[in-house]
């Protein structure tokens, strides 16, 4: 299993520029996430997608879109990238079972640079 | 709003010494999660904690949960070199696939 896969891994976008975050898991989850982490400020959800065919704003969701394609890929898409965007992107999945074994799965990172 | 609160936010401290890291949050939750993350990596799961006074171990670390006073703690036992690293721990205020609010980390230094 090749667990939760993130592509590009680094990005150089110029403002105004668009571009789409990919992200795909293989472990049959029906959850996933966006998140996005910038130093001091830990981790926070940008939009989530509770099942396939829906997708929900997290905390910080203005100036971002998602697109839950299937299942397996949940897509972050960046319309006019400005500077406040520089981040370091993480995609994240789950299966929520109701146990103590219920945790998020984290993609490798897109570290993101919008000059 | 939930609110996720740790403390300390940096701590270094030597090989061997015992040290707790905490974690408030602001709302009642029935999940707490803590994660590792080295540097320029991803987060790696380190604890699930589901009810009330839930404790779980794992080599030196341990972690506890009191749903009453909206504390968790993340205790170090005589700490070693490769558990340097950040320290999150998020909290799922919706009640399962709502995604988790994290406390901001706790960049841990353990010096020889």
Same mark, same amino acid.
């Given at each position: 299993n090749a667990g939760v896969t993130q592509t590009p891994k680094f990005q150089v976008l110029k403002t105004g520029q668009s571009m789409t975050l990919q992200c795909a898991q293989d472990?049959?989850?029906?959850s996933m996430y966006w998140y996005r982490q910038d130093p001091g400020m830990g981790l926070r959800l940008i939009y989530y997608s509770a099942s396939e065919g829906t997708t929900d704003k997290g905390e910080v969701p203005n100036g971002y879109n998602v697109s839950r394609?299937?299942?397996?890929e949940f897509s972050l898409r960046l319309e006019s990238a400005a500077p406040s965007q520089t981040s370091v992107y993480f995609c994240a999945s789950s299966l929520m079972?109701?146990?103590?074994?219920d945790t998020q799965y984290f993609g490798p990172g897109t570290r993101l640079t919008v000059l | 709003e939930l609110k996720v609160e740790q403390n300390p936010l940096f701590l270094s401290m030597q090989e061997g010494k015992n040290y707790t890291i905490y974690c408030n949050y602001s709302t009642t939750s029935d999940r707490l999660y803590w994660y590792r993350q080295d540097p320029g990596k991803s987060l790696e799961s380190l604890f699930v904690l589901l009810s009330n006074g839930a404790v779980k171990q794992e080599g030196r670390l341990m972690a506890s949960l009191d749903t009453k006073a909206r504390l968790s703690t993340l205790h170090i036992t005589a %700490?070693?070199?490769?558990?340097s690293a950040t320290y999150f721990c998020a909290v799922?205020?919706?009640?399962? %696939?709502d995604g988790l609010t994290f406390g901001k980390g706790t960049h841990l230094i353990i010096q020889p």
């Open positions: 472990m049959n989850h029906n394609l299937n299942k397996r079972t109701g146990t103590d074994t | %700490a070693v070199h490769d558990l799922d205020g919706g009640g399962g %696939a």
